[in-house]
DNA sequence: ATAGGGTTAG
């Protein structure tokens, strides 16, 4: 680009009229732009009228044709005509091929821009990767005095609000919006309520939405999509209720949205039926439907039905494959994982970052090592993608789970990040699962050092100790815990019955059921010993280690025996009981759902945080590596 | 002249 700069050539300028492009003629000097009409010969001499130049912009929809009314536009001095230059703008703030920087230089030199002028360099900005400087420019639009915002700035100003997540500036946009009489606008109500739930004010959201004078099915959809993005699942569900209930239909977009909020929960049974909904109105040929319904038949451990959506579906993406992809990798098949990605290539379809993820995963939970390791490597030498922490994780865990410590901790030294405390952590478990007192200190020595210990640390590398009958080990961590009074993350597991689902922590008797839940797992536990379940007490509770902080851990009555009694109690015989749980099945929890499989003759499929446990007949898919 | 909604990982 720097020579071209100073090429007189005439093949360098034919060439540079060619390519004539915004990002660079920025820095081209006036002089130069002369140049380029002198060598295209009958330009400078043809002088083109405004309204001729107009007349062209309007009916232009490439950037090619656009470079060339460009040319014309300077060759003929009239890049600060008002109604031309608004036009440049808007194309070059707007469009995919159009320049920013450029944008922002006509701009500047737009005497007192209209509205339609702040509107387009407000709207470039708010799509554009620094979404703040569309914040500036309604700023400065108001203090300017000249321009009055219309319902389009605001939509543009909100699209920015909810990208930087600027939660006070909603309120006052908001503010802004009554006051110039637009608060009954739909779009602009949608976009509102769009950047509350982004920014986290549901409340906000809820009530806003409620009171808006007409509601389409993109505001609906909008509730949904939010909600489910920011992790607010039940509520997306609920809204779907409502919109049974208010008969407004439903399109694509909507089942996408619930889909991807039943994959997040494990609501099976809502998923089906919507599965039914997609086929009776024709929403399976959607490529966007066929990918969540995937992604939510894996996610609530029903690979088969998974399977079966991929083979109809017509259209295949990047998405179909990384979901069945992952799909099998946290289910700990590794072999399937690999299978589908073999196809994949096969398909012409180039893996991302994500098909990486999946496929770790499954090599890791199936102990296929050297698999693991070839495509970690492959991920740079064969398809340019650049390893991420979670890649990392990945390989620490491959290494740590198969009991090859050394090489987990030697991964962590050749990470970018070594200042991450998941993969300290990560080791730290593999540590417990192979009684690894020297490496399990360094992995907690360092995620002391990074401030990130929590008690969940400490209760491992006390279990550690105990292990190895290290009584000193056991005191220090207990003294840790004590003192720094580090609190665990409460562990929960749901269960779907029907259409609810129904959370319980660890000893819970907020159920209103609660007694009968209690008297079912007793008669549970019962049976199970009978088959030879013998409850293992964790040496923490031998070593005297328990406190309130670490209840969780213990092997009081955990969450996750109380939704499986519940659910034994609750649903008919032979069908699998589903849980999804938010921590990782403890090896007491393990043990007694194997027996409970077999003393009840059901399938019970737990989803943990990391991978999925398939239990039938007395053993788990897991084949006790987890 | 110009507007709002979608899937995988975390």
Redesign the pocket.
Known sequence: MESRKQGGKKEDMDLLVQDLDFRSAIYWPSSYMQNIAKVKGTWNREMIKSDTILKLL?GCNSLKRLQKIHSHVITNGLQHHPAIS??LL?FCA?SVSGSLAYAELLFRHIENP????W??II?GFA?SPSPLQAIFYYNDMLSALVARP???????VL?AC?RVKAESKCREVHGNIIRCG?ER???????LV?SYVVNGLIGLAQTMFDNMSE????????M???Y??AGFHHEALKVYDRMKNENVG????????L??SC??VGALNIGVHLHRIASEEG?VE???????LI?MYA?CGSLDDALRVFDRMQRR???????MI?GYG?HGRGDGAISFFKQMLMAGVQP????F??LL?GCSHQGFVEEGVEYFHMMRSKFNLKPGI?HY?CMVDLFGRAGKLEKALEIIGTSPSQDDP?LWRTLLGSCKIHKNVKIGEIAMRNLIQLRASNAGDCVLLATIYAGAKNTDGVLKMRKMIKSQGIKTTPGWSWIEVGNDIHKFVVDDKSHPDSNEIYCKLREVICQATLLGYVPEKSFIIVAGLITKECLETSTSCHSEKLAIAFGLARTSKGTPIRIVKNLRVCRDCHSFTKHVSKAFNREIIVRDR?RFHHFKDGFCSCKDYW
């Open positions: 309007q608004t036009k808007n707007v209209q509205t339609e002028a509107n387009s709207r799509n219309d319902t389009f700035t605001f939509s543009f699209k909810e637009y606008d739909v779009v602009v109500c949608t976009n769009r509601r389409d099915l993109v505001s609906w959809n909008s949904i999509s939010c489910s993005q439903l399109d694509g977009f909507t089942l996408v949205g889909l991807s994959a997040h929403f959607n490529v966007f439907v066929g990918n969540a992604d996610k993406d990047i998405f179909t494959w990384n979901s992952v946290v991302n970052s994500i098909t993820l999946g995963c979670k994780g998941v990391v």
